[in-house]
């Protein structure tokens, strides 16, 4: 336990293994949903592909510029022993497990919930929904207002939960790494899937959020923990073979794929999604 904190504490200062966490993750992913993939290629995956990585490269530089906020905020924290961790004394162990389940809820599971339920929020965050080709390059494709918005919740995380310097760090690892594994498009055995998502978010659990249309994209909104929708009734399984991804006020391909058509959509007002005589069943 002594080296996983040192190692995480040290994090910060080692920007070529944060790099290797976050390329060496979608590289990993993006070579298995290749070899087996739940939905057979049929779009240009380069493009595709170009796209969501230049909303990565927009997320890595939002995050690198507020980074001395998060390092300051998390310095103001253990000095004054604030939040609930230093509050309840806990000790490493509790910090370890019931820390970083306390950072997926705020940081992740609530700032998530919010953004589809606040008009102006989900402006944002919209463009992540946009994606009709769901695979891994779509973890990070967050438009850079998004990754201000993000970045402020797991400020307040911190503040809330009491948390040291190494405990964000390996909450900020294991999310870009789950993120990029939930939204892969792997083919996975329901056998496997059903052990996995016990604990974790799996890409057969949170594919029904990238669903077209409500009610299936307003479920299953966690990132490393699946309880967080079990307990707050969020969660649901689908038939992940009937999904149509995309969002119903976006469906058009060029716009969908288009950089600076992304970027225009918060401040273009919001737009009435498309009317349909009944749901369809995904069960």
């Known amino acids: 336990m002594d080296s996983i904190i040192s190692y995480f504490e040290a994090l910060p200062n080692l920007p070529t293994h944060r790099a290797a966490y976050l390329f060496g993750g979608l590289f990993l992913f993006f070579m298995i949903e290749n070899a087996i993939p739940l939905f057979r290629t049929t779009y240009n995956k380069t493009k595709h592909s170009a796209t969501n990585i230049f909303f990565t490269l927009t997320t890595i530089l939002v995050n690198f510029a507020m980074a001395g906020i998060?390092?300051?905020?998390?310095?103001?924290?253990?000095?004054?022993?604030?939040?609930?961790?230093?509050?309840?004394?806990?000790?490493?162990?509790?910090?370890?497990?019931?820390?970083?389940?306390?950072?997926?809820?705020?940081?992740?599971?609530?700032?998530?919930?919010?953004?589809?339920?606040?008009?102006?929020?989900?402006?944002?965050?919209?463009?992540?929904?946009?994606?009709?080709?769901?695979?891994?390059?779509?973890?990070?494709?967050?438009?850079?207002?998004?990754?201000?918005?993000?970045?402020?919740?797991?400020?307040?995380?911190?503040?809330?939960?009491?948390?040291?310097?190494?405990?964000?760090?390996?909450?900020?690892?294991?999310?870009?790494?789950?993120?990029?594994?939930?939204?892969?498009?792997?083919?996975?055995?329901?056998?496997?899937?059903?052990?996995?998502?016990?604990?974790?978010?799996?890409?057969?659990?949170?594919?029904?959020h990238h669903h077209y249309r409500q009610p299936y994209s307003d479920s299953n909104y966690g990132n490393i923990f699946s309880f967080w929708d079990r307990i707050f009734g969020t969660y649901i399984i689908v038939d992940n073979s009937k999904l149509v991804y995309g969002v119903d006020t976006y469906m058009d391909k060029k716009e969908a794929n288009n950089v600076m058509d992304l970027l225009k959509i918060p401040f273009a007002g919001y737009r009435q999604p498309v009317q349909y005589e009944q749901e369809e069943n995904l069960d």
Not at 127 to 135: G, L, N, P
Request: net charge neutral; charged share 10%.
């Open 70 to 208: 998060l390092t300051l905020v998390a310095w103001w924290v253990e000095t004054n022993a604030f939040g609930l961790l230093n509050w309840w004394q806990a000790s490493t162990l509790i910090k370890f497990t019931v820390g970083l389940m306390l950072m997926d809820l705020i940081g992740a599971y609530a700032a998530h919930w919010i953004e589809h339920h606040i008009q102006w929020m989900w402006q944002f965050h919209v463009i992540h929904h946009t994606d009709q080709h769901v695979d891994t390059t779509t973890a990070n494709r967050h438009h850079p207002g998004e990754s201000v918005i993000r970045f402020i919740f797991t400020t307040a995380a911190v503040l809330v939960v009491g948390a040291p310097i190494w405990l964000i760090f390996l909450y900020q690892t294991l999310s870009v790494i789950l993120t990029q594994f939930n939204h892969s498009n792997l083919k996975i055995p329901n056998w496997l899937d059903r052990g996995m998502r016990l604990v974790i978010c799996t890409p057969n659990m949170h594919r029904s």
